[in-house]
């Protein structure tokens, strides 16, 4: 009997919905195989713009059609979405491109404040897709400017074709009760060019989630979270975080909402109105019910310091931790909060005791720390472990005792940056990670990382690296695309965007106009 494991399938931003950010199928990729020697850029692929968005990645099988090929799925700011084979160096053409309407092009006087710059040339498909191949489609939501003005619009795309599917798109609307900023006669009414679709969509309960926070704190606008129906399109339900007062965005840096096997919905909340008793809920940790009811939530004791210094919470995403009801969140300002799931903790004004553990991930040196989009997850014989790097510090890992974790690293990146600073210092936005492994074998892990090579990302379009490293031991660095520049430059970096790993090779975006495929040379 054949013990070979079936190839992974990358159908949504960091893997899963508990956002590990980990493939625990891939065999070919480990500390023997990669090295300067044998690993490098094997072909690349153009768009039409800055990709934000995570390729995706659908193995051969569980595709229609019997054609026999590997693909990788990609979303462009031009609103563009392409299908490319993910092997054949020879195949660059996609096999199907969809345009899915006009992108805004910045800069524009409707989306946010005067001199934005969080994001260049134009805005279209921002957030990750997610991919359903039980319906064989893949879910969008594009952004458009045109005579009748800005919209959001969910797309459903045929995986084979690229065609419409499920009778889409559908433009997204939404009103609730509520008092909050631009409120009139007692509802909230939900407007595309104040309102900003960066976290990545989410599947789960027969329905995809939207999340939305803002352009640069444009006021006025609110966090929401928008369902539909998976099969339909329909509007399901909504939930608003602040609908008595205002701000309060979902953008996690690109993360999606995490979902655990209840249903249960989690996501991390930006700057905003804050109200004890839950009814407002800036800087929280937020939990909902499929039906995006309130089911609980945690905000850390200084909630009112964390929004009057824009150190907003929600600058990362959760991470529901495997085979435990706990959850790990941090946001810019630099702490680890580990929650139970049963029992989030909700607010108490003088400390946060009421909360398994809450720790610095760097301690205070007179540099931030932000944490972006979300530490990573591997469990093998060692761990389980935790990874992230924070803007201005080392990549770094963290155990968990299967209650809470050794503050201290377990293991720290000793790599130097082209300036000579010790820990790679990659600033704005820091790293964004991916793990690949063959289960648990402590002998196949890998720690890949995209970051800016040497420059700030905060306002800026910068060059980018992208770095490897044995998962098991951070002070090995096994590759980085800087060592054959020639053949191996990644061009310019793509913010909060991990690599995608799978079947032997690392697809990773670009704002370069292209999408570059990493694997095994010869």
Same mark, same amino acid.
Request: net charge negative; hydrophobic share 35%; glycine share 14%.
């Given at each position: 009997m054949s013990t070979a494991r079936p190839p992974a399938c990358v159908t949504t931003q960091h893997n899963d919905n508990l956002r590990t950010g980990a493939n625990l199928l891939e065999t070919a990729l480990h500390p023997g195989s990669v090295g300067p020697g044998t690993f490098g850029k094997l072909f690349t692929r153009a768009v039409d713009g800055h990709v934000y968005a995570q390729p995706l990645y659908v193995p051969a099988d569980r595709l229609p059609g019997g054609q026999g090929r590997n693909v990788v799925y990609v979303a462009t700011m031009h609103n563009s979405v392409y299908a490319f084979d993910a092997d054949d160096p020879a195949a660059a053409a996609p096999l199907w491109h969809a345009s899915l309407g006009p992108s805004a092009p910045l800069p524009d006087p409707d989306i946010g404040p005067p001199g934005y710059r969080d994001i260049a040339v134009e805005v279209g498909i921002l957030g990750t897709p997610v991919i359903d191949t039980g319906r064989q489609v893949l879910y969008a939501v594009a952004f458009t400017k045109d005579a009748d003005g800005h919209h959001h619009t969910l797309h459903a795309l045929d995986l084979a074709t690229g065609r419409p599917a499920l009778g889409g798109p559908v433009r997204i609307a939404a009103t609730v009760p509520g008092t909050g900023e631009g409120s009139s006669g007692g509802r909230i009414t939900f407007t595309s060019h104040r309102q900003i679709q960066r @976290?990545? +969509? !989410? +599947?789960?309960?027969?329905? =995809?989630?939207?999340?939305? @926070?803002?352009?640069?704190? *444009?006021?006025?606008?609110?966090?929401?979270?928008?369902?539909?129906?998976?099969?339909?399109?329909?509007? !399901?339900?909504?939930?608003? !975080?602040?609908?008595?007062?205002? +701000?309060?965005?979902?953008?996690?840096?690109?993360?999606?909402?995490?979902?655990?096997?209840?249903?249960?919905?989690?996501?991390?909340?930006?700057?905003?109105?804050?109200?004890?008793?839950? %009814?407002?809920?800036?800087?929280? =940790?937020?939990?909902?019910?499929?039906?995006?009811? +309130?089911?609980?939530?945690?905000?850390?004791?200084?909630?009112?310091?964390?929004?009057?210094?824009?150190?907003?919470?929600?600058? @990362?995403?959760?991470?529901?931790?495997?085979?435990?009801?706990?959850?790990?969140?941090?946001?810019?300002?630099?702490?680890?909060?580990?929650?139970? *799931?049963?029992?989030?903790?909700?607010? *108490?004004?003088?400390?946060? %005791?009421?909360?398994?553990?809450?720790?610095?991930?760097?301690?205070?040196?007179?540099?931030?720390?932000?944490?972006?989009?979300?530490?990573?997850?591997?469990?093998?014989?060692?761990?389980?472990?935790?990874?992230?790097?924070?803007?201005? @510090?080392?990549?770094?890992?963290?155990? /968990?005792?299967?209650?809470? /974790?050794?503050?201290?690293?377990? %293991?720290?990146?000793?790599?130097?940056?082209?300036?000579?600073?010790?820990?790679?210092?990659?600033?704005?936005?820091g790293g964004f990670l991916s793990v690949s492994a063959h289960g648990s074998d402590t002998a196949s892990g890998l720690l890949w990382a995209s970051h800016p090579y040497k420059d700030d990302a905060n306002q800026a379009v910068v060059t980018g690296v992208l770095r490897v490293y044995a998962a098991a031991d951070l002070t090995r660095e096994l590759w980085n695309s800087t060592l054959d520049a020639g053949r191996d430059d990644v061009g310019l970096f793509a913010k909060f965007t991990p690599p995608t790993v799978a079947n032997g090779k690392v697809h990773l975006a670009t704002f370069s106009g292209a999408v570059h495929t990493y694997g095994l040379l010869g």
């Open positions: @976290a990545a +969509l !989410t +599947l789960a309960n027969g329905q =995809v989630y939207v999340a939305f @926070a803002s352009y640069g704190d *444009r006021r006025p606008y609110h966090g929401w979270v928008l369902g539909f129906d998976a099969a339909t399109l329909a509007p !399901t339900g909504a939930y608003v !975080t602040t609908p008595g007062t205002g +701000l309060g965005g979902i953008w996690q840096a690109g993360q999606g909402l995490a979902v655990d096997e209840q249903g249960y919905v989690y996501f991390l909340t930006g700057n905003g109105g804050f109200r004890p008793d839950g %009814s407002e809920l800036g800087d929280s =940790v937020v939990k909902l019910h499929p039906d995006l009811t +309130l089911a609980d939530w945690f905000s850390p004791h200084d909630n009112a310091a964390l929004d009057a210094h824009n150190a907003d919470l929600g600058s @990362a995403g959760p991470l529901l931790l495997p085979g435990t009801r706990l959850l790990v969140a941090g946001g810019k300002a630099g702490r680890f909060y580990l929650l139970d *799931r049963d029992a989030m903790g909700h607010f *108490r004004p003088d400390a946060d %005791s009421q909360i398994p553990q809450s720790f610095a991930v760097v301690e205070p040196d007179g540099h931030s720390h932000h944490i972006h989009g979300g530490p990573v997850h591997w469990d093998f014989p060692g761990g389980p472990w935790i990874y992230v790097w924070p803007e201005n @510090a080392a990549l770094r890992a963290y155990r /968990f005792t299967g209650t809470r /974790f050794d503050p201290t690293p377990v %293991s720290v990146s000793t790599t130097t940056d082209p300036t000579g600073v010790p820990g790679g210092s990659p600033g704005m936005p």
